[in-house]
């Protein structure tokens, strides 16, 4: 049973690009969130997708946005990269009232120069 | 609002006890949770309290909730070099699925 994979694992961008994210939830998971871990920090919500639609949503500008497909992937964009956003992002997938069900992806590690 | 608090570092001997700290702020909570993560790696759930309980225990692993003074702690019996990583506590509250997460503990286990 695979758990959740994300991709790609490690990403370079220059400052002012745009990146997408990609994240495939557990099997039998609908709910997915994507955190944000910049180095030695605690990972940080970004946002939270389920019914393909943006449920909740962290403190992070709208250069940060998202989506989910009917097969529950999901994706996170990024636009208008700054240095700032060099770090490691999470994918969490859980069933809606997943209080306890999270399970996180191992993550794509972005550095943006 | 959420605030996790923990401390940073802890050192201990292999087969000797760790017990990490953890401090929150938002009495709402409902679940709280420990994560691990390993170098390179996502987090990985260790265990979970529901904010009604006092105490949990799964194998090596004990769970203390203080809800009067908004304190949680892990205590990892008989400590392995396996267990060399950072642990992380979180909080969710009702209704809201999203984790708070603290800056993370790291420890190192000294053969």
């Known amino acids: 049973d695979a758990g959740v994979t994300q991709s790609p694992t490690h990403l370079i961008k220059t400052r002012g690009q745009q990146v997408t994210l990609r994240c495939s939830p557990k099997?039998?998971?609908?709910?997915v969130s994507w955190y944000q871990q910049a180095l030695g920090q605690g990972p940080q919500f970004i946002f939270q997708?389920?019914?393909?639609?943006?449920?909740q949503r962290g403190n992070f500008p709208d250069r940060f946005s998202g989506h989910q497909f009917p097969n529950y992937s999901s994706e996170l964009n990024v636009n208008a990269l700054l240095l700032g956003d060099s770090a490691l992002y999470l994918c969490?997938?859980?069933?809606?009232?997943?209080?306890?069900?999270?399970?996180f992806g191992s993550g794509t590690r972005l550095t943006v120069v | 609002g959420e605030d996790v608090e923990q401390s940073l570092f802890l050192s201990v001997r292999e087969g000797d006890s760790s017990v990490i700290n953890c401090t929150y702020t938002?009495?709402?909570?409902?679940?709280l949770y420990w994560y691990k993560q390993e170098p390179g790696a996502g987090l990985q759930l260790l265990t979970y309290?529901?904010?009604?309980?006092d105490m949990k225990q799964d194998q090596r692993l004990t769970v203390l909730l203080n809800k009067k003074d908004k304190h949680l702690s892990l205590r990892i019996a008989d400590t392995q070099t396996g267990d060399s990583a950072i642990y992380f506590c979180?909080?969710?509250?009702?209704?809201?699925?999203?984790?708070?997460f603290g800056k993370g503990n790291q420890v190192v286990v000294i053969p």
């Open positions: 979180a909080e969710s509250m009702e209704g809201n699925n999203r984790l708070a």
């Open positions: 099997s039998g998971h609908d709910t």
């Open positions: 997708y389920y019914e393909e639609e943006e449920r």
């Open positions: 969490a997938s859980s069933v809606p009232r997943g209080d306890y069900g999270y399970t």
């Open positions: 309290i529901f904010s009604n309980m």
């Open positions: 938002d009495s709402s909570s409902t679940y």
